[in-house]
């Protein structure tokens, strides 16, 4: 900045400044960018990607989110598109490519109404009216589904697989991820409330997929204390305990002053004695299983031994909390005070190796709000894409619990929506109308890369939808069968999706779409030079 002759700095030196037109065009080309990145992923003829970070470690995945979060992305507006990703992903389970490309397309869509003189604010007060509308659209023509149509609950499951490494085996992992959800549902006054986190998915490389299974209960990644302890029980008490079975450290810097022999064995004496009124407290409570989340000591391991008691020590403190819910026990802080009212029930306890590990199985629980599945696969690869597919299949399915409303797939839900918006956007008028009109236009991205990834021409695939939603006797579950090419009732095929990963997905995309668009000034600070930085023009990597 200049006054008269005398240059005034307000920026610190090497700081750079991307402003205007070009700002917006830099923002809305890294968001394009990230989305066409996933974009091939999409449907059930979508691609996997390999990624290989700096260390060698290879991931092989389809799933958006995953890929996201693998590239590490730099530049800023790319990081609010991936941060879009992982909301859909904590929320719903499922859709995070499905959120990211159409934010990408409302981004790419804005970019044109802006070249012919829109100003950014119209497009996102326009963009925000379409997507309060599609969320009241999409509750008009959702079909509502209760809990106990096991039939549609597994079709949810199956859809969100299709497509991914799990789909040859999607219908047997389809009714664990069911059977999983409907354990550890639990009723809130009039509401469902399904804690993901009460499904532990535990996996281990060897076997094949088919030999993955539901545990009514909780595998731990441990093994008994003492080789003289049981490997296998049967209908037996567990007790929770979260103190250490050791004599208790000083706090204070402290000497014992023995002046004679026999106080040393009176001194060891005392420490047996109260590691065995620890065992003996234990044992006269009925307990035939010990979970300890502390250390045990090697004389406690013995006594407890003698008693046919098994012992698992240093059990993580999530594991602890799963188990309680899924014996029904207490987890106890004070031995002393451990009584039978504290102990859970489980029908089986016992240790089994897997591969190359020995984990004991905590299983057949009474009614348990807490339960595990074991995943199995022929590699690691293999394992980890199978336990994410696994987790999309279980948000999917608990979102209906929740929510008891479902929309149709294949492109169905967006055509829908499209044309009722552009029906809705004459009566809006102005400005915002051309902004509407570009946000169905996005919406219809859906349907557009379902057909190109399944080789489809595409201009025809989407004539041949809308015609299919328009005609005399209109179908609004018309969608794309991405195997025969056709277009087909979707309900009648079972292709269906949750309510909600429609909704959060419209509601993402628009906040980030919105939020970019309103950007025209880009400051950056001078990166500090270092091995990671060349010290070069100062702005973040991706800027320019």
């Given at each position: 900045?200049?006054?008269?002759?005398t240059?005034?700095?307000?920026?610190?030196?090497g700081?750079?400044r991307?402003?205007?037109?070009?700002?917006?065009?830099?923002?809305?080309?890294?968001?394009?960018?990230?989305?066409?990145?996933?974009?091939?992923?999409?449907?059930?003829k979508?691609?996997?990607?390999?990624?290989?970070?700096?260390?060698?470690?290879?991931?092989?995945?389809?799933?958006?989110?995953?890929?996201?979060?693998?590239?590490?992305?730099?530049?800023?507006?790319?990081?609010?598109?991936?941060e879009?990703a992982?909301?859909?992903?904590?929320?719903?389970?499922?859709?995070?490519?499905?959120?990211?490309?159409?934010?990408?397309?409302?981004?790419?869509?804005?970019?044109e109404?802006?070249?012919?003189?829109?100003?950014?604010?119209?497009?996102?007060?326009?963009?925000?009216?379409?997507?309060?509308?599609?969320?009241?659209?999409?509750?008009?023509?959702?079909?509502?589904?209760?809990?106990?149509?096991?039939?549609?609950?597994?079709?949810?499951?199956?859809?969100?697989?299709?497509?991914?490494?799990?789909?040859?085996?999607?219908?047997?992992?389809?009714?664990?991820?069911?059977e999983s959800?409907?354990s550890?549902?639990?009723g809130?006054?009039?509401?469902?409330?399904?804690d993901?986190?009460?499904?532990?998915?535990?996996?281990?490389?060897?076997?094949?997929?088919?030999?993955?299974?539901?545990?009514?209960?909780?595998?731990?990644d441990?093994?008994?204390?003492?080789?003289?302890?049981?490997?296998?029980?049967?209908?037996?008490?567990?007790?929770?305990?979260?103190?250490?079975?050791?004599?208790?450290?000083?706090?204070?810097?402290?000497?014992?002053?023995?002046?004679?022999?026999?106080?040393?064995?009176?001194?060891?004496?005392?420490e047996?004695?109260s590691?065995?009124?620890?065992?003996?407290?234990?044992?006269?409570?009925?307990?035939k299983v010990?979970?300890?989340?502390?250390?045990?000591?090697?004389?406690?391991?013995?006594?407890?031994?003698k008693?046919?008691?098994?012992?698992?020590?240093?059990?993580?403190?999530?594991?602890?909390?799963?188990?309680?819910?899924?014996?029904?026990?207490?987890?106890?802080?004070?031995?002393?005070g451990?009584?039978?009212?504290?102990?859970?029930?489980?029908?089986?306890?016992?240790?089994?190796?897997?591969?190359?590990?020995?984990?004991?199985?905590?299983?057949?629980?009474?009614?348990?709000?807490?339960?595990?599945?074991?995943?199995?696969?022929g590699?690691?690869?293999?394992?980890?894409?199978i336990?994410?597919?696994?987790?999309?299949?279980?948000?999917?399915?608990?979102l209906?619990f929740?929510?008891?409303?479902?929309?149709?797939?294949?492109?169905?839900?967006?055509?829908?929506?499209?044309?009722?918006?552009?029906?809705?956007?004459p009566?809006?008028?102005?400005?915002?109308?051309?902004?509407?009109?570009a946000?169905?236009?996005?919406?219809?991205?859906?349907?557009?890369?379902l057909?190109?990834?399944?080789?489809?021409?595409?201009?025809?695939?989407l004539?041949d939808?809308?015609?299919?939603h328009?005609?005399?006797?209109?179908?609004?579950?018309?969608?794309?069968?991405?195997f025969t090419?056709?277009?087909?009732?979707?309900?009648?095929?079972?292709?269906?999706?949750?309510?909600?990963?429609?909704?959060?997905?419209l509601?993402?995309?628009?906040?980030?779409?919105?939020?970019?668009?309103?950007?025209?000034?880009?400051?950056?600070s001078?990166?500090?030079?270092g091995?990671?930085?060349?010290?070069?023009?100062?702005?973040?990597?991706?800027?320019?």
């Amino acid at each position: 900045m200049i006054s008269g002759n005398t240059p005034i700095v307000i920026l610190k030196e090497g700081t750079k400044r991307n402003s205007g037109r070009s700002a917006t065009q830099s923002n809305i080309l890294a968001a394009k960018a990230i989305a066409e990145a996933v974009r091939s992923t999409l449907g059930p003829k979508g691609m996997d990607k390999m990624l290989v970070d700096s260390m060698g470690d290879v991931v092989i995945t389809n799933d958006g989110v995953t890929i996201l979060k693998e590239i590490e992305v730099e530049h800023p507006a790319a990081k609010m598109v991936v941060e879009v990703a992982k909301t859909q992903d904590s929320e719903c389970g499922d859709g995070t490519t499905t959120a990211v490309i159409l934010a990408g397309e409302l981004l790419k869509n804005a970019e044109e109404l802006l070249e012919q003189g829109v100003h950014a604010t119209a497009i996102s007060n326009g963009y925000r009216r379409a997507a309060k509308e599609s969320a009241s659209i999409l509750e008009k023509i959702a079909t509502p589904v209760r809990r106990s149509e096991t039939s549609v609950l597994k079709a949810i499951a199956i859809t969100s697989m299709t497509g991914k490494s799990s789909e040859a085996h999607a219908d047997f992992l389809a009714d664990l991820a069911v059977e999983s959800v409907k354990s550890v549902a639990e009723g809130r006054g009039k509401k469902i409330v399904v804690d993901r986190d009460n499904i532990k998915i535990q996996k281990k490389q060897g076997g094949s997929i088919s030999d993955t299974e539901l545990i009514s209960g909780i595998i731990i990644d441990k093994e008994p204390v003492h080789s003289g302890m049981p490997r296998s029980l049967s209908k037996v008490k567990v007790a929770l305990v979260d103190a250490p079975f050791e004599i208790k450290k000083t706090e204070i810097e402290s000497k014992i002053q023995i002046n004679d022999p026999s106080q040393i064995q009176a001194f060891l004496d005392q420490e047996e004695s109260s590691i065995k009124k620890m065992v003996d407290q234990v044992h006269k409570s009925g307990a035939k299983v010990l979970i300890c989340q502390k250390g045990i000591d090697d004389l406690a391991q013995h006594y407890l031994a003698k008693h046919d008691i098994m012992a698992i020590r240093r059990a993580k403190k999530s594991d602890i909390e799963a188990l309680a819910k899924a014996t029904g026990g207490r987890v106890v802080s004070n031995i002393e005070g451990l009584s039978e009212q504290d102990l859970g029930f489980a029908g089986v306890v016992e240790v089994r190796k897997i591969g190359d590990d020995e984990m004991t199985f905590v299983m057949d629980c009474k009614n348990p709000k807490a339960v595990s599945v074991l995943v199995r696969g022929g590699s690691e690869h293999v394992v980890d894409e199978i336990d994410r597919n696994l987790a999309d299949a279980i948000g999917v399915v608990s979102l209906v619990f929740q929510d008891g409303k479902i929309v149709t797939g294949g492109g169905a839900t967006e055509i829908e929506l499209a044309l009722k918006l552009r029906k809705y956007a004459p009566r809006v008028g102005g400005r915002e109308q051309m902004a509407i009109e570009a946000f169905a236009k996005a919406i219809e991205v859906v349907p557009i890369t379902l057909a190109e990834n399944a080789g489809l021409d595409v201009l025809d695939t989407l004539m041949d939808l809308r015609k299919a939603h328009t005609k005399r006797g209109r179908n609004q579950h018309a969608g794309l069968d991405a195997f025969t090419g056709k277009v087909v009732n979707m309900r009648s095929r079972n292709v269906v999706e949750p309510l909600r990963v429609k909704t959060q997905a419209l509601s993402s995309a628009t906040d980030v779409a919105t939020m970019i668009l309103r950007i025209d000034d880009v400051i950056a600070s001078k990166q500090p030079e270092g091995p990671e930085t060349d010290g070069g023009d100062g702005m973040p990597p991706g800027m320019m």
